[in-house]
T-cell receptor, first 113, second 113 residues
Framework: SQTIHQWPATLVQPVGSPLSLECTVE??????LYWYRQAAGRGLQLLFY??????ISSEVPQNLSASRPQDRQFILSSKKLLLSDSGFYLC????????????FGSGTQLSVL | SQKIEQNSEALNIQEGKTATLTCNYT??????LQWYRQDPGRGPVFLLL?????KEKRKERLKVTFDTTLKQSLFHITASQPADSATYLC????????????FGQGTTLQVKP
């Protein structure tokens, strides 16, 4: 069966520090991978999605970047965090195609202080 | 501009009643719409998908309708239970066949015993 791992669960970082969040998927090949952010009391905002290794689409201009060095690994990074980067970050995967549902990881609560 | 709107006010109902949640959208022509459940501090979990050519979909105590003329989906939980208390998110595809889902901000349902 397929599983998705996302870590860490919580993270407190000072402003200006770097960030690296990692997500891995097991039990499937060539998944679509996604990074979403959820601010407190807000909906899910799509940040990045990837349909293959090295293929990243950015949805909103921001202080973050994403990389997919391996088929089932998706990394969210920042060189210098801003206060506005605080939020609940969710990784997700799907088989892609028409109507495929998303499977989400357990999320990372990031607080930038 | 494109919008997905869910009632931001929490919905409080008595156990055993039917809960009805609304998802409205503008400036989209989605091929399908999905509903997810999210518990606090967790990632969303897929519940149901309904396609544009389907008027209604059922799964156990859940029912979803999709009216492409009104640009609205209704999500019903019949015989609601306290365990149904959660935030419910609707999502639709942005450009079709990409698996790229855009989410509403969610409606929190509280079922009281």
């Amino acid at each position: 069966s397929q599983t998705i791992h996302q870590w860490p669960a919580t993270l407190v970082q000072p402003v200006g520090s770097p960030l690296s969040l990692e997500c891995t998927v097991e039990g499937t090949s060539n998944p679509n991978l996604y990074w979403y952010r959820q601010a407190a009391g807000r909906g899910l905002q799509l940040l990045f999605y990837s349909v293959g290794i090295g293929q990243i689409s950015s949805e909103v201009p921001q202080n973050l970047s994403a990389s997919r060095p391996q088929d089932r690994q998706f990394i969210l990074s920042s060189k210098k965090l801003l206060l506005s980067d605080s939020g609940f970050y969710l990784c997700a995967w799907s088989l892609g195609g028409d109507g495929e549902k998303l499977f989400f990881g357990s999320g990372t609560q990031l607080s930038v202080l | 501009s494109q919008k997905i709107e869910q009632n931001s006010e929490a919905l409080n109902i008595q156990e055993g009643k039917t809960a009805t949640l609304t998802c409205n959208y503008t400036n989209y022509s989605p091929a399908y719409l999905q509903w997810y459940r999210q518990d606090p501090g967790r990632g969303p979990v897929f519940l149901l998908l309904i396609r544009e050519n389907e008027k209604e979909k059922r799964k156990e105590r859940l029912k979803v309708t999709f009216d492409t003329t009104l640009k609205q989906s209704l999500f019903h939980i019949t015989a609601s239970q306290p365990a149904d208390s959660a935030t419910y998110l609707c999502a639709l595809d942005d450009t079709g066949n990409t698996g790229k889902l855009i989410f509403g901000q969610g409606t929190t349902l509280q079922v009281k015993p």
